[in-house]
């Protein structure tokens, strides 16, 4: 698959995620985390978080018809490096914090997969 597939799938998992932050985000935390009660200021930085994912997923969405511009080899460049730190973090807050949202490790594979994905585009150019 082309870059054009993985902005696609990008724009739609991290502005879907980002809605989901933004919205009640106590219910993602709970899935990914398996907080019960998150703190009271978990929850604007959950929010800010979600704003983030968002703008990522515009921004995918946007450059999905790009050509191959500098522009669209930083974003991919910047979406790679999200997503090998949403793969470590999330890894870590299983593995080191006990963390266990029954989504925790499935984001943990969707992120490290998505990251070989960009890594191949980046490599290849495309």
Request: net charge neutral.
């Given at each position: 698959?082309?870059?054009?597939?993985?902005?696609?799938?990008?724009?739609?998992?991290?502005?879907?995620?980002?809605?989901?932050?933004?919205?009640?985000?106590?219910?993602?935390?709970?899935?990914?985390?398996?907080?019960?009660?998150?703190?009271?200021?978990?929850?604007?930085?959950?929010?800010?978080?979600?704003?983030?994912?968002?703008?990522?997923?515009?921004?995918?969405?946007?450059?999905?018809?790009?050509?191959?511009?500098?522009?669209?080899?930083?974003?991919?460049?910047?979406?790679?490096?999200?997503n090998?730190?949403a793969?470590?973090?999330?890894?870590?807050?299983?593995?080191?914090?006990?963390?266990?949202?029954?989504?925790?490790?499935?984001?943990?594979?969707?992120?490290?997969?998505?990251?070989?994905?960009?890594?191949?585009?980046?490599?290849?150019?495309?």
């Amino acid at each position: 698959m082309n870059a054009k597939h993985f902005l696609v799938v990008t724009a739609v998992l991290e502005a879907g995620a980002g809605v989901g932050l933004l919205a009640a985000p106590g219910v993602v935390l709970w899935l990914l985390f398996g907080l019960e009660q998150a703190a009271i200021e978990t929850l604007p930085v959950a929010r800010l978080a979600g704003a983030a994912l968002v703008a990522i997923g515009v921004a995918c969405w946007s450059a999905r018809a790009d050509g191959r511009s500098p522009a669209r080899v930083g974003l991919l460049s910047g979406v790679l490096v999200y997503n090998v730190a949403a793969a470590a973090l999330l890894g870590w807050a299983g593995a080191e914090l006990n963390m266990d949202g029954i989504a925790l490790w499935p984001a943990v594979v969707l992120h490290a997969m998505m990251m070989c994905w960009c890594l191949v585009l980046c490599v290849a150019r495309k």
